[in-house]
């Protein structure tokens, strides 16, 4: 209880009562008989939340809070990388944060306790710093916020505000990367703090490693070069192994291709002619300028016009159990997943709907999910939901692939690289021709080779007479 400098009036029986029937008291005779305790902490755990899809454990991949750190409800406190996508977890509560169950790079477990936080520090604080200063100067005390702990931060000085920033620096709070990223530091020898990250808050790329790598090496091969090589008959050095532990990216990716390759499938390869489609391309970038054309977009809206007459490949089996019968689901949506090589790896974001989408709209997708997979940004929606997949290899290079299918689908198309070629024309004239190989791979328990050689046939019917497609559009 704070007491106000003025006198406090307290009601008294009559044979005690003074002018106007109260009795008037000082201050400092009630100090010592009215004082308040500083409240008992109430310390509650965070636990983590559930993000969805199934997901069962995240990797902590950094800590924007340590312990004594004062949060506020929507602060951030740590980001986590699920098999999935990236995501930043907030605060709950307002208070101190009192122990962290994990440090980065630890696997935590979805429901159990994140971290500890005092939500009556605040309050404690509060009152606490209140009632000294009425018993120290006797003023009235002003109106005051919550004590933060910045005022505490000020007087510790300069001196104090280095140190912290350094043990952060050294800390939980290190320099931000992926666990695949980590992953490759550990595989080359590489500290962290050595690499300069040029990614978003200084965030370090794949890119960086290498960089780093090249530059270490070419510096230790200038120093070496004054010596001689290792002499022939000395002993022969033994292999070098190092173990290292799979991101949740990866570890997903190893479970699903795992069940993956339990499935039957075949394999089925065209060449495609994408002169036409090529020329139209060109046409249309001269006067777009806000988004750029690749192949892409337009093979995409070939896929989706070729599957209203083979829905069949928009499929999935769903196997209730041992003795009941396998179903075909039906699904009337086109969401065309895209494989996108990511800084975290392997990632297959898709775009919803695309049966209602024009090409430029496949076009701004793609480019929107190619930003968000390279900065980590993913979200659960741009991943779950995929009912066929395309993976466009050639953009890294190769002609030919064997694509595997995702077990919640029943075909896959795979692109290789684009090349041009001598061919013959109508009257047997040599052309120059620009051709695509497409790769599919099908469900052999419920996609006959004929189904899928007709799929085929229908999207290079519409990629090579590119106006069959646009009759189509709507």
Not at 101 to 107: L, Q, R, S, T
Not at 184 to 201: C, H, P, R
Not at 397 to 412: F, H, L, M, R
Request: net charge neutral; with cysteine.
């Amino acid at each position: 209880m704070n007491v106000p400098r003025h006198c406090i009036r307290i009601f008294a029986p009559k044979q005690n009562l003074g002018r106007r029937g109260q009795l008037n008291i000082p201050c400092r005779l009630l100090r010592r008989t009215f004082h308040n305790s500083t409240p008992l902490a109430q310390i509650k755990p965070f636990l983590l939340p559930d993000i969805g899809e199934g997901i069962k454990e995240v990797q902590i991949i950094q800590w924007f809070v340590e312990p004594e750190a004062r949060v506020e409800q929507f602060d951030k406190l740590c980001e986590v990388q699920s098999d999935k996508a990236a995501a930043e977890i907030t605060s709950r509560f307002d208070g101190v944060i009192k122990k962290l169950h994990y440090e980065a790079e630890d696997m935590a477990q979805v429901g159990k306790p994140l971290c500890d936080i005092d939500v009556q520090s605040d309050t404690a604080v509060d009152e606490s710093n209140t009632s000294s200063q009425v018993e120290q100067s006797g003023s009235p005390a002003s109106p005051q916020q919550p004590q933060k702990a910045v005022k505490q931060h000020r007087q510790d000085g300069p001196d104090k505000d280095a140190s912290d920033t350094s043990a952060l620096s050294k800390g939980r709070l290190m320099s931000l990367a992926t666990p695949a990223v980590r992953g490759l530091l550990k595989e080359l020898n590489v500290d962290i703090a050595d690499v300069s990250g040029t990614g978003k808050d200084g965030r370090v790329m794949k890119d960086d490693v290498y960089q780093f790598v090249e530059t270490r090496e070419a510096g230790a091969s200038s120093a070496a070069s004054g010596f001689s090589s290792r002499s022939s008959c000395g002993e022969e050095e033994q292999q070098v192994e190092t173990r290292l532990k799979l991101s949740p990216i990866k570890i997903q990716m190893f479970k699903t291709m795992t069940r993956s390759l339990s499935i039957p499938q075949f394999l089925y390869t065209d060449e495609i002619n994408i002169t036409p489609i090529s020329a139209i391309r060109h046409r249309l970038n001269h006067q777009l300028t806000a988004q750029r054309l690749s192949y892409l977009p337009f093979i995409i809206k070939a896929i989706s016009l070729a599957l209203e007459e083979f829905p069949l490949l928009n499929s999935r089996i769903e196997i209730a159990g041992e003795q009941d019968p396998p179903q075909l689901v039906m699904r009337e949506k086109h969401n065309v997943g895209i494989a996108m090589d990511t800084p975290q790896g392997l990632l297959v974001p898709n775009i919803k709907n695309i049966s209602s989408l024009s090409i430029i709209d496949i076009a701004s997708e793609i480019s929107r999910l190619q930003s968000l997979a390279k900065a980590g940004k993913l979200s659960i929606a741009d991943l779950q939901g995929g009912t066929f997949t395309v993976s466009n290899i050639g953009s890294i290079g190769g002609t030919y692939v064997a694509p595997v299918i995702v077990q919640s689908e029943v075909a896959i198309l795979g692109i290789g690289k684009a090349r041009t070629v001598p061919a013959f024309d109508e009257q047997d004239r040599v052309v120059k021709r620009e051709i695509l190989n497409f790769s599919w791979s099908a469900d052999h328990r419920v996609v006959d080779g004929a189904t899928m050689a007709r799929m085929a046939e229908r999207v290079r019917g519409f990629v090579e007479e590119p106006g069959a497609m646009m009759a189509r559009l709507r």
